[in-house]
């Protein structure tokens, strides 16, 4: 039976007299499997809009999993006949579709650091690698209740009836686990990649300042020393008793002493062998 929403479903359960908080185990990230000899709940979060995906099993198969699992009958004709088959194809279906749900993040994650890995913006690493540490938790904990479904021997769940697809299932999500793990590698490396761009922006920087800071420092001794002389040269004392009668010899100094401190600025700023980058 589907159940449209969680309130459905929470409406069912209380009819078959079970006191499970179905808002609160909506709330858990990460798939959770609870039974016992009167039900079996599985719950597993997925990447979409309608993210809680229940299936709740004690005399009837109730299932609050949209757009999940469809075509049921078509694919496990002969399954269905058995005794618990429904619950078992549903349990199955389910987990397949989530493990689906769980590869096509993990895809996108994977876009994005290959596009990081031409231009290794921090902010957007950290964003990342928080999504796949989170993609790499629910992997987990979905090859965990894949597992003890299976090694409980949970009476609504009889895996002699689906053996083969529930061995491929354990093992594309083994797969899929070690993927998200050998990944989180990846974002160390773009961690480091980012770090070297940084301080290679922070070279280019520095020495663009040291480049303006000598180019402000020569000019300095270009203006200062021509007329700092002429400021020397300049004092009514002096002037009236040497310069006065030779203005055009206190031209030529000043003129000369410009010149210099434009050659020896110049001779300065080729020895220090700047470039700019």
């Known amino acids: 039976m589907r159940c449209e929403t969680l309130e459905n479903l929470s409406e069912h ?6 006191a499970i908080s179905l ?17 079996t709940l599985l719950s597993v979060p997925s990447y979409h809009e309608h993210k809680n995906n229940i299936v709740f099993i004690c005399e009837d198969t109730y299932l609050l999993t949209p757009e999940l699992i469809q075509n049921v009958e078509s694919k496990f004709k002969t399954q269905l006949k058995h005794r618990h088959g429904e619950s078992t194809v549903s349990i199955l279906l389910l987990l397949k579709a989530v493990l689906k749900n769980y590869s096509h993040e993990f895809e996108t994650i994977r876009e994005r650091m290959n596009e990081l890995d031409l231009d290794p913006a921090i902010d957007a690493i950290e ?20 597992l003890q479904i299976k090694e409980r021997e949970i009476e609504t769940f009889d895996t002699k009836l689906i053996s083969f697809d529930y061995e491929v299932l354990q093992t594309e999500a083994r797969y899929w686990l070690e993927r998200c793990r050998s990944h989180a590698y990846r974002i160390a490396s773009l961690r480091t990649k980012s ?30 020393v021509p007329g700092s002389i002429g400021a ?17 010899g206190l031209l030529i100094a000043l003129i000369v002493t410009t010149l210099l401190s434009v050659l020896l600025g110049y001779a300065y700023w080729k020895s220090l062998k ?4």
């Open 127 to 146: 964003y990342n690698g928080r999504a796949l540490r989170k993609l790499t938790d629910r992997m987990e904990s979905l090859l965990h209740v894949i």
């Open 13 to 18: 359960i209380k009819k078959e007299k079970h």
């Open 274 to 277: 700047l470039r700019r980058s």
């Open 232 to 248: 020397i040269l300049g004092i009514p004392a002096l002037s009236d008793v040497y310069f006065k009668t030779h203005t055009n």
């Open 23 to 39: 808002d609160k185990i909506a709330s858990i990230d990460h798939p959770f499997l609870d039974s016992d000899e009167t039900f």
């Open 195 to 224: 770090e070297m761009k940084a301080n290679k922006e922070l070279n280019d920087t520095m020495k663009k300042l040291t480049i303006i800071t000598t180019f402000l420092s020569i000019a300095a001794i270009v203006v200062n």
